[in-house]
């Protein structure tokens, strides 16, 4: 009863003190971090933990449904843009980042060359959740190139980070099958059934969520569960557990699964939870005093880490692929450590390696350093960079109904905010999409019937129901809030609106400015195609000396609204 006790305050004071991550610009998980160590047995808490079996099991636990609740919010539209480089910064990159952080450490240490390799396999995995919950965190939405590939990057580079780790443990333990051809047959198992299993499973799971009827707060548990039973039973055969789930739950995602909104509303507090407890455990288990002896050296590599090997990962990874130096710049600083390389330096200790608390108590200074450093200048860069893109409107609450007599219909509960509703508006000009209706109005906390007459304004909430299609067109209508000024539809995109379909020539002509870089004839969509090697995005920006033209509106790979700024506007 006490350790339960005990595990309860802790998990509580952790989520009394999130609040202060905005006020004083610290990563909410270094808080974490920071509540765990000062319970430890150096702290005021004064509670000894150096069971790393169970801190091995918990973590590897956290790290599933954490990848799990990723995977989920990952877009499948997002894959055209960032799928490729995504997936070259996940192999590619990271064996580029461990090779140089590894020479990094031989030189610092003085250790022999394997055991270099080693620690910078483990630091070299970004963690999805350190980078997005600061995103999030910040109110930052920035665009979808840049965020689908840190996304995807982020969710899938574990098994590469976890296939060198186990690969260089073998070989300093002088294990005879650590061959070369043994290490490939590792790799291709590791991705392959991790691939296999996690498509699989995710057509399953999708389709069992459609057929089963189940009391509504059921969903989430069966697809939680679901998923630690499928990371478990694919490690167990050899393959990535860790890949597997995260592409589980994009294939539920993908799917028109009931209960979705619910099940993604309980997976983020599963998700947060996942993580305090497994930042909790990990600050319990560090002992404050022994990181002091490692930190100088430590502080180099992160160092190294930072500056040369994730931006050198980076500019090579994605060379192919036409991202902006801009691009380059903020992927290449967003190589956040967070919980994988403290698990993963746990791996050492399982293995009975000499040294390997040596290991452990580097990455934990790496991974402070990265949070401190990187998280708390994150957003900051990302504004800097003009890398911030307009937030799409969202309704305040979305019910999917999920019965058969109700069809594809959901419920919205929409606030009405900012200038445009200061002026009371009849609901006969609202001009709803079509299968969209009014359901009740909310005023003053009072439920009022939607009549014919009726006007709405500011502070109102109406209840809508609409299609699953046309959600987004009705948040856009209705929802939102005023932006802030820099992402104001004039200061963004510009005051004139043109077609995606326009020509260059035709734009020329009317606004009196000549451009050499594309043919005349070809369309603004064409050239933001060309420009970007066939994926834009909106946010992007094309300078053409005289004026700006920014993708307002894409539909794939197609660009359908563009935004012009004259340069006087600058």
């Keep these: ?140 939405t920035i665009n979808e190139r840049v965020e689908a590939t840190l996304e995807i990057e982020s ?121 305090l407890i497994l930042f909790l455990l990990l600050g319990l288990l560090v002992t404050p005093s022994q990181l002091l002896e490692s930190a100088p050296m430590a502080l180099i590599l992160s160092l190294a880490l930072i500056l040369i090997a994730r931006p050198l990962a980076t500019v090579i990874s994605l060379l192919p692929f036409g991202f902006s130096r801009r691009e380059h710049i903020f992927i290449g600083w967003v190589g956040l450590r967070g919980a994988v390389p403290i698990v993963l330096a746990l791996f050492p200790f399982m293995a009975g390696l000499p040294g390997a608390n040596i290991i452990f108590e580097v990455a934990f200074v790496v991974v402070i350093i990265s949070l401190v450093l990187q998280g708390s200048t994150l957003a900051p860069l990302a504004r800097k960079l003009k890398l911030e893109v307009p937030k799409p409107p969202e309704s305040k ?67 809508v129901f609409t299609t699953h299609d046309q959600v987004s067109n009705v948040n856009k209508l209705l929802g939102g809030t005023e932006p802030p000024e820099r992402l104001s539809d004039r200061r963004f995109f510009g005051e004139f609106l043109l077609e995606g379909q326009a020509t260059l020539g035709d734009v020329q002509l009317v606004y009196g400015f000549k451009v050499d870089r594309f043919q005349p004839q070809k369309t603004l969509s064409d050239c933001f195609a060309e420009d970007k090697r066939g994926h834009p995005v909106v946010g992007d920006r094309l300078d053409l000396g005289s004026i700006m033209l920014t993708v307002r509106a894409v539909e794939g790979d197609l660009v359908t609204k563009v935004g012009l700024k004259l340069s006087r506007d600058e």
């Excluded at 995995?125 to 919950?133: G, K, L």
């Excluded at 000009?429 to 906390?445: I, M, N, S």
């Design 397 to 463: 609450l979305r019910i999917p109904l999920n019965r058969v007599e109700t069809g594809d219909h959901e419920l919205l509960l929409i606030p009405l905010k900012g200038k445009r509703w200061t002026r009371p508006v009849p609901l006969s000009k609202l001009h709803l999409p079509d299968e969209t209706h009014l359901g009740a109005l909310f005023r003053h906390g009072a439920l009022h019937g939607c009549e014919a007459g009726d006007e709405v304004l500011e502070g109102d909430v109406l209840a």
């Design 155 to 275: 969710g899938s580079n574990d098994p590469m980070a976890i296939f060198l780790t186990l690969l260089l443990i073998g070989f300093i333990q002088g294990d005879g099958d650590s061959t070369v051809w043994t290490a490939l047959l590792m790799l291709v198992q590791q991705f392959g059934i991790g691939t296999l299993a996690g498509l699989g499973g995710g057509l399953i799971m999708a389709r069992l969520l459609n057929m089963v009827n189940l009391v509504p707060a059921m969903y989430p548990l069966l697809v939680v569960t679901s998923g630690i039973t499928l990371f478990s039973a694919t490690n167990l055969i050899n393959g990535s557990g860790f890949l597997a789930v995260y592409l589980m739950g994009i294939v539920i995602a993908s799917r028109k699964v009931r209960m979705m909104p619910s099940i993604l509303q309980i997976h983020d507090g599963l998700a947060w939870l996942a993580q």
């Design 1 to 140: 009863m006490a350790w339960l006790l005990v595990g309860a305050a802790l998990v509580m004071v952790s989520i009394l003190v999130t609040p202060l991550s905005s006020r004083i610009g610290m990563p909410v998980l270094l808080l974490f971090l920071g509540v765990g160590m000062l319970a430890g047995e150096e702290g005021p808490g004064q509670i000894f933990f150096n069971d790393v079996d169970t801190a091995f099991i918990v973590g590897n636990l956290a790290l599933a449904i954490i990848l799990l609740d990723g995977g989920m919010r990952t877009r499948v539209e997002s894959f055209r843009v960032g799928l490729k480089p995504a997936l070259l910064l996940a192999t590619l990159g990271v064996v580029i980042t461990a090779s140089i952080c590894g020479l990094v450490a031989v030189w610092l240490f003085d250790l022999p060359l394997l055991f270099g390799l080693l620690i910078g396999a483990i630091v070299s995995s970004t963690d999805a959740a350190a980078v997005f919950s600061l995103l999030q965190g910040r109110g930052l």
